[in-house]
């Protein structure tokens, strides 16, 4: 047997993801005068540590998941997991990404109110270590020749992200966090995650502030942006709604330093 | 830069960073710091501000038959042109095939083949980051029956062939030994000196039938002897204590090191008294 044949042989007996489980037990030396283990008991403890130490980066990644579902139920969602998404990437740190679409399409965990919390525990995950800017500061924008103010375009942090739920994902995150329950509910939820000071923060937000920071994340000016509030709430209210969202805004520390040239 | 160190644990930072701790250098897992901002890296340059640091890998997968990974080793290039580390080191091991990661530190059959095919892989790595690399030996549950080498030849003709140096884990040699039924001094023994770059020290788990290495327990008795009998062969190499799970308060930590220090400087003036002795001996004969 080759160097790589040996090593997909060992892979393959230490993940069980092939049923060829016999080929490899004659390749492990049986020692002498050690009767302790066989060779196949000897082999087991890989596989013990591979299933452990992926068992334990999952619920690391999905702590709330983990809370919700309990002991049984979170070993057979890690245990279908494994099996149908072994790890690929050079980094655990991005293993669980595919949890979420796992969960949308594998009964039975593809229940709208697990899947959302799986996705929101992944965003919270994902935006952790993400590239660091100087954020937009009032000052800065102060600054500005109020003349120029329609024509300027902002940009989003890079460690920002916008989503939307089924169900009321935040509660029952901040819940399970707070071990408070609350009960889950069928809502259209419209939400927005950044980070900020090395925090991942989130916020529900209404339809029409997460559907102007969709916009302006797409490179709609700040014009354009009271073009589409006035849709909604007329040409007089629109420009003072918009910069009552453009302060929390940046208060919040979503959008980053622009030189607006 | 002290030969002292200790691995760097996030739940240890407010307190190193109030205290600054006498330490000599912190170790961190090179695999947390590949993203390029936030906490983790804003960590490690504040730690970095008052202390040398060193980068520990676990998936560098050197021993892997599938091609090296272009995108880990790109990453890896850039942290470390960007923080400089005193060195990095990673497991002379494999983890990944047909790009299943296991993310284990797997054994290799010790052979003439395996060796060449490290040494090579080695040398390609070093060459791409341009500074020289550093492997920890393994804890081992079985051994393979294809192997026509020990395991101290075998790291040693690696060592001399690839210009790489060693991680010597005397806690993974104590793992080893006893579930493999060798004796760690003969080992230790048979290491070349000038191949070590580093020591590790651990604790492991006795599960009866054999013992695991965990880094979740003090390191034990046998561990302190078997490092007393590096240092004295050894000299003064860098040394530090690896713990991963049950973490401690670092005060904790601290006399664990305290322990090592200790030995390590009692080695150390053992030999310098008998070096002394010795060259008094020779001024006396002349
Ligand atoms: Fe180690």
């Known amino acids: ?252 520390g979503m959008l980053q330093e622009t030189p607006f040239d | 830069m002290q030969p002292y160190g200790l691995g760097f644990r996030y739940p240890h930072y407010q307190y190193i960073k109030e205290h600054l701790p006498d330490v000599g250098w912190f170790e961190f897992i090179t695999e947390n710091l590949m993203e390029p901002g936030g906490r983790p890296r804003e960590v490690l340059d504040s730690i970095h501000r008052d202390y040398p640091v060193v980068l520990h890998g676990v998936s560098l997968s050197i021993g892997s038959t599938d091609p090296l990974n272009q995108t880990y080793l790109s990453r890896l290039k850039d942290l470390v042109d960007e923080v400089e580390p005193e060195w990095i080191s990673d497991h002379l091991c494999w983890a990944t095939v047909n790009a299943h990661n296991s993310h284990g530190l797997l054994p290799m059959p010790l052979t003439k083949t395996v060796v060449d095919h490290l040494v090579d892989r080695i040398q390609q790595v070093q060459d791409y980051l341009k500074r020289p690399l550093t492997f920890e030996n393994l804890s081992n549950y079985l051994e393979f029956a294809d192997s026509d080498m020990d395991e101290a030849d075998f790291i040693n003709e690696i060592m001399q062939r690839s210009g790489a140096s060693l991680l010597l884990d005397i806690n993974n040699v104590y793992v080893s030994s006893m579930n493999l039924k060798r004796d760690p001094v003969e080992f230790l023994d048979k290491m070349q000196a000038s191949h070590i770059r580093q020591i590790h020290l651990a604790g492991h788990e006795d599960c009866g039938s054999y013992l695991f290495d965990t880094h979740g327990a003090p390191v034990c008795h046998e561990v302190w002897d078997l490092f007393r009998v590096a240092c004295q062969k050894l000299g003064s190499i860098p040394f530090m204590i690896e713990r991963d799970d049950n973490v401690p308060e670092f005060d904790e930590l601290m006399v664990e090191l305290n322990q090592a220090r200790a030995i390590h400087d009692e080695a150390i003036n053992e030999q310098k008294t008998q070096t002394d002795g010795l060259r008094s001996v020779s001024v006396g004969a002349v």
């Not at chain 1, 087991?44 to 591979?50: E, K, L």
């Not at chain 1, 919270?124 to 993400?130: A, M, Q, R, T, V």
């Not at chain 1, 991942?200 to 997460?210: A, G, I, S």
């Open chain 1, 1 to 252: 047997m080759n160097f790589h044949a040996f090593q997909q042989a060992f892979l393959n007996q230490i993940t069980q993801t092939t049923s060829e489980t016999t080929e490899i037990d004659p390749l492990i030396r049986v020692l002498e005068h050690d009767t302790r283990m066989t060779p196949h008991e000897r082999l087991d403890i890989y596989v013990r540590d591979y299933r452990g130490r992926l068992y334990e980066v999952l619920k690391e990644h999905y702590p709330e998941t983990y809370h919700y579902l309990g002991d049984d139920d979170y070993l057979a969602l890690f245990t279908a997991f494994i099996s149908a998404c072994p790890p690929s990437s050079y980094s655990l740190r991005y293993w669980g990404e595919q949890l979420p679409d796992f969960c949308e399409k594998t009964a039975p965990f593809n229940q709208p109110e697990l899947v959302d919390l799986i996705r929101f525990e992944w965003t919270i995950h994902d935006l952790y270590d993400g590239e660091d800017v100087s954020v937009l500061s009032s000052d800065a924008l102060s600054q500005i020749d109020p003349e120029r103010w329609m024509d300027l375009c902002f940009q989003v942090i890079p460690c920002f992200k916008l989503s939307q739920a089924e169900s009321n994902v935040a509660a029952l995150w901040q819940s399970l966090n707070d071990e408070k329950p609350v009960a889950t509910q069928a809502v259209d939820t419209y939400l927005v995650h950044w980070r900020k000071d090395y925090m991942v923060y989130f916020r529900d937000l209404t339809q029409q502030e997460w559907d102007c920071l969709e916009r302006l994340n797409e490179g709609n000016s700040a014009g354009e942006l009271c073009e589409f509030l006035a849709k909604d709430i007329g040409d007089e209210a629109a420009p003072q709604i918009f910069i009552q969202y453009l302060q929390s805004w940046i208060n919040d």
